[in-house]
C-alpha cells in the first residue's frame, strides 16, 4: 500500500502536467511548428510505431546497453586494480575528474570519424561516459568500510581477495548501483547525441536531427517519449536490483 502511494503521487502530478500543456496549446492556438499538443504527439506515436521500433533497436538494443555494459564493467575491473594498486589510483582519479568535464558534444564526432557511422562509434562514446563514473563510484566505495571491520579483518589474518569479497565489495554496493543509474542516464544522452554527427538512416538521435530539420515537432517529441520512457525503466530496473542486493542497507529500514 505504501508504494502504491509513493507511485500515485507523481503519476497524478505528470497527468495534470499533460492536461495543462494540453489546454495552453489549444486555447492559445499555440503553432503546431513550435509545441505541440500531447494528443497530436501521441498519435505520431502511434501511427510511427514500426519506425520507432527500428529507432528504439538501433540506439538502445545496439548502442546504449552493450556500451552500458562495457563501460561500466571495464571501469569497475580498473577500480579493483587502483584499489590493489595505490599508485594507479593516483594516477588515474585526477584523469577521471579530466574525463569527465569533456564536453560530448566535441568527442562525439571524432569518435564517429575514427569508427565509422555504425554502431561502433556510438558504442565508443557510450563507454567513454561510463567508465569513469563507475571508477571513481567504485574506488570511493572500496574505501568505504569501518576501520573497525578492516582492523578485524586484518586480526583474522585476512587476505587481501578475502578482505575484498568479505567486507568491502558489499560495502561497495550502493556506491556501484548510484554509478550504474548515473551510467544508465549517460548512455542514452551519450549515444543519441553520438547520433547527431553520424548515423545509418535509422536511430533515435537522427530522427530528432532530421525531424526538427524538417519542422516535424511531433515526431521529435514521440522519439523524445520513447527515450524518457526507455530510460526510465532501465533506471527502475536497477533501483529494483539494487533494493534486492543491498537490502540490508539502513536507507531501507523502516
Known amino acids: 500500500m505504501t508504494r502504491f502511494k509513493n507511485m500515485l503521487a507523481p503519476a497524478l502530478f505528470g497527468i495534470g502536467v499533460l492536461l495543462l500543456w494540453q489546454f495552453i496549446v489549444r486555447f492559445f492556438q499555440v503553432p ?11 498519435t505520431r506515436l502511434i501511427s510511427s510505431l514500426p519506425m520507432l521500433g527500428e529507432d528504439f533497436a538501433q540506439t538502445v538494443v545496439r548502442a546504449v546497453i552493450p556500451g552500458w555494459i562495457m563501460g561500466s564493467l571495464s571501469g569497475f575491473v580498473v577500480a579493483l586494480l587502483c584499489d590493489r594498486y595505490d599508485f594507479l589510483k593516483r594516477g588515474l582519479l585526477p584523469l577521471g575528474n579530466l574525463a569527465a568535464a569533456l564536453p560530448i558534444i566535441g568527442v562525439a564526432p571524432i569518435f564517429v570519424m575514427w569508427f565509422a557511422s555504425g554502431p561502433l562509434s556510438k558504442i565508443a562514446v557510450v563507454v567513454v ?15 568505504s568500510s569501518g576501520k573497525l571491520e578492516r582492523d578485524l579483518m586484518q586480526s583474522y589474518g585476512a587476505s ?71 530510460g526510465s525503466t532501465f533506471y527502475g530496473l536497477l533501483v529494483a536490483c539494487e533494493r534486492w542486493v543491498t537490502f540490508w542497507h539502513p536507507s531501507y529500514r523502516r
Open 32 to 42: 503546431f511548428v513550435i509545441f505541440p499538443a500531447p494528443s497530436d504527439i501521441w
Open 129 to 143: 561516459m561510463t567508465f569513469f563514473p563507475m571508477l571513481v563510484n567504485a574506488v570511493t566505495g572500496l574505501a
Open 160 to 230: 587481501w581477495s578475502q578482505d575484498l569479497l568479505k567486507l568491502r565489495l558489499p560495502a561497495a554496493m550502493p556506491f556501484i548501483f548510484n554509478a550504474l543509474k548515473i551510467n544508465s542516464t549517460l548512455a542514452m544522452i551519450g549515444a543519441i547525441v553520438a547520433e547527431f554527427f553520424g548515423s545509418p538512416i535509422v536511430g533515435m538521435g537522427f530522427r530528432i536531427s532530421t525531424g526538427s530539420g524538417s519542422m516535424s515537432l511531433d515526431l521529435v517529441w514521440a522519439e523524445i517519449a520513447v527515450a524518457a520512457v526507455a
